[in-house]
């Protein structure tokens, strides 16, 4: 049996992140601000979005009213703060907050949307969202927090915790309580970008990181 080798073939050109976004061409962006050394992937859409310096979304992502932490790091088909319908009404049906589209009205229901809007999704520094995970309407993500792949997260999640499944429940703490808390405290994600270019290689190793940086 033979076979045809190929070391790489249609690969995208290497990114290199600056002081501006890096927006992927078919990216749908709405009203969103960005930080620096910032990404967003391949047919990902964001609405009234925050992603602070140096997150990145990857592909195929969809994203409303989230506001997104430093180092945050989110997977591919994730789903942050989906739309979600009035149950308190006669009908699930959106022809009452979006009456436009079926002519029933000159205006759709603003204070609904901007109700909607307010129940913002906050994702925490240096957290990862796992590749296909639901962020429900609301739900806080403290900082340092990891969120399995698959998971619908519902409620919030503590720093430094584990969760997964649906709804997501605790898996474990990345660390012991006073070793998350002295990380956190360190709060690295606000050094400036010289000092974590010359830090790097401290980030390499949790005990000499934290006995050299925490308060």
């Known amino acids: 049996m033979s076979y045809t080798h190929i070391d790489a073939l249609n690969l995208p050109p290497r990114v290199h992140l600056g002081l ?8 749908v962006v709405r009203n969103c601000d960005f930080g620096r050394y910032t990404q ?24 409303m009213s989230t506001d997104i ?3 945050a790091n989110i997977a591919n088909m994730v789903r942050i703060n989906p739309g979600f319908h ?13 009456p436009t589209m079926y002519g029933m009205a000159e205006q759709d229901d603003a204070v609904f949307f901007e109700w909607r809007n307010r129940q913002r999704v906050v994702i925490g520094h240096d957290t990862w969202i796992g590749h296909g995970a639901v962020i429900m309407p609301g739900v806080h993500i403290g900082n340092g927090a990891v969120v399995g792949s698959n998971s619908v997260v519902t409620k919030d999640v503590p720093a430094y915790a584990i969760v997964a499944g649906a709804g997501a429940k605790l898996i474990r703490q990345r660390f012991p309580k006073a070793i998350a808390q ?7 994600w606000d050094w400036d970008h ?11 190793d949790l005990r000499s990181f934290l006995a050299k940086y925490a308060p």
């Open 40 to 63: 967003v992937g391949e047919q990902t859409h964001m609405t009234d979005c925050v992603l602070s310096d140096y997150a990145y979304v990857q592909h195929h992502c969809d994203l």
């Open 194 to 204: 010289e000092t974590l270019t010359e830090r790097m290689p401290e980030f390499k």
């Open 20 to 27: 501006a976004p890096t927006l992927a061409a078919n990216a």
């Open 86 to 98: 009035p149950m308190e009404r006669p009908t699930l049906h959106h022809f009452t907050y979006r």
């Open 69 to 71: 932490g430093k180092f």
């Open 182 to 188: 002295a990380l956190e405290d360190t709060a690295w």
